[in-house]
């Protein structure tokens, strides 16, 4: 129905803070320390794909329209809060277990990092 609205949503807003610190950092002339804001590109690329992807099958099973109200669950109020019910919890749960994800791959990394200095510095 309309679950892709929240991991879309997720990504508008992860983007305009990827902008914002890269514009921070370029007007600073230093670079991002923090590893998340450094690896938020990740974050970026998984939510947009994801939301295309998910976008694209609701455009194919009929779910979403090229004239108002757009999402065919949006045209009746039993219709709306079914649609609202699905954002509230597949969207939701969709976009939190993507940052999840990216955190996990971002600590990761991190520990990888650190050990690969730390063995080049022993040897």
Same mark, same amino acid.
């Given at each position: ?8 949503? /997720?990504? +508008?807003?992860?983007? +305009? ?8 950092? /370029?007007?600073?002339?230093?670079? +991002?320390?923090?590893?998340?804001? #450094? #690896? ?41 809060? /079914? ?28 520990? +990888? ?7 080049? /510095?022993?040897?």
């Amino acid at each position: 129905m309309a679950c892709f609205l929240v991991p879309t949503t /997720e990504a +508008i807003v992860t983007t +305009i803070i990827k902008k914002t610190a890269d514009n921070k950092a /370029e007007k600073k002339g230093t670079e +991002i320390k923090n590893p998340f804001l #450094k #690896k938020m590109n990740w974050l970026n690329n998984m939510l947009w794909g994801g939301s295309a992807l998910l976008a694209f099958e609701h455009v194919w099973h009929g779910e979403v329209t090229p004239f108002f109200p757009f999402l065919t669950n949006a045209a009746t109020p039993e219709s709306a809060s /079914e649609m609202l019910r699905e954002m509230a919890t597949s969207g939701v749960a969709m976009a939190a277990l993507v940052s999840a994800v990216w955190v996990g791959m971002v600590l990761v990394t991190g520990a +990888i990092e650190k050990r690969t200095v730390a063995d080049g /510095e022993q040897q």
